[in-house]
């Protein structure tokens, strides 16, 4: 069967893979579309496999709240380099990603690279990824995701450098209007900026503050100075610095970045903001997304690389 530059088309748009590839496919199958579209879907499958060895650090995170404001999503998806970060390609599979994520019951990312793609039933999110992998040429990795809800109140979300990192706000409130969702966006931009690991102090576990405590005074002990201070005078020094630790990791303790005297707590934010609005609004959770951390960095000569395919 002759090929024809329609069907190359029709296939590119039906795929997003290279024209040469394309051809291929149709070459390999008579000109059926079907099959065409499968024999790329197994090429990519190969290419993925090529590349699954090869780390995946830079990426994207994106955040999707539901129609009601009730619940949203955040997902981590991972590319080799920065450049393929800022492809509109690859930022419209991550909103996908996140579209997926807002509408999955998996309980853990095994399950959810098994579901059917965005209801799709011919193909899984894992096919779907591997679809990306052979058009974009890289190895990308959907790293995780998760979901939050809001019994009483409502979530917002928030997205920081261009989707480095994403956030979601949980709260508690009986009123939700304009005010309130924007002193939340705040309480997003927060954590964001500080990172904290923890609402309040209460959620900190006691074996984390024995484990703190354990080591402040083995510091104290290898201190000449320190050291030699009685009994009580180290206690008081332990539970001081334990306490000035608690503050930076506790979101509420933090002082608020926006803070105009420099002093005011996140707390105290939020009573403010309760009171403006007559009601009270609390942050009961947050997810804080950021693209790649804990992941290990490839560090590139990207003109060698390019130099090299050249040569190939």
Not at 143 to 155: D, Q
Not at 156 to 182: F, L, P
Request: proline residues 1%; hydrophobic residues 40%.
């Amino acid at each position: 069967m002759a090929i024809t530059a329609a069907m190359v088309k029709e296939l590119r748009e039906m795929t997003g893979a290279g024209m040469m590839d394309c051809k291929k496919a149709l070459n390999e199958t008579n000109g059926n579309m079907d099959e065409a579209v499968e024999f790329l879907r197994k090429n990519g499958q190969a290419k993925a496999e090529k590349k699954a060895n090869r780390i995946a650090a830079e990426g994207l995170c994106s955040v999707l709240v539901s129609e009601d404001g009730k619940t949203a999503a955040v997902v981590e998806v991972n590319s080799e380099t920065d450049f393929v970060a800022k492809n509109d390609k690859f930022k419209t599979f991550v909103e996908a990603v996140a579209k997926q994520a807002l509408a999955t019951d998996a309980a853990d990312i095994d399950a959810f690279m098994a579901e059917a793609w965005n209801g799709d039933a011919s193909k899984t999110v894992n096919d779907a990824l591997v679809e990306q992998v052979a058009v974009i040429g890289e190895n990308l990795k959907i790293r995780r995701f998760e979901k939050a809800s809001a019994e009483n109140g409502c979530v917002v979300s928030y997205v920081h450098g261009g989707g480095r990192i994403g956030v979601i706000v949980v709260a508690e409130t009986e009123t939700v209007n304009d005010a309130v969702k924007e002193a939340l966006t705040n309480i997003a931009m927060q954590i964001a900026a500080l990172n904290p690991k923890y609402v309040t102090e209460a959620e900190i576990s006691d074996e984390y503050k024995q484990h703190e405590e354990e080591i402040l005074r083995a510091q104290i002990a290898n201190d000449p100075k320190e050291s030699q201070k009685p009994a009580k005078v180290i206690d008081g020094m332990i539970k001081g610095r334990l306490n000035k630790q608690f503050k930076e990791i506790c979101l509420v303790d933090q002082v608020y970045v926006k803070a105009e005297d420099g002093k005011q707590t996140v707390a105290k934010y939020l009573e403010q903001v309760s009171k403006e609005v007559g009601t009270t609004v609390s942050v009961k959770s947050f997810v804080r997304f950021e693209t790649g951390e804990g992941l290990e960095k490839k560090n590139e000569d990207f003109a060698a690389e390019v130099a090299a395919q050249m040569n190939a």
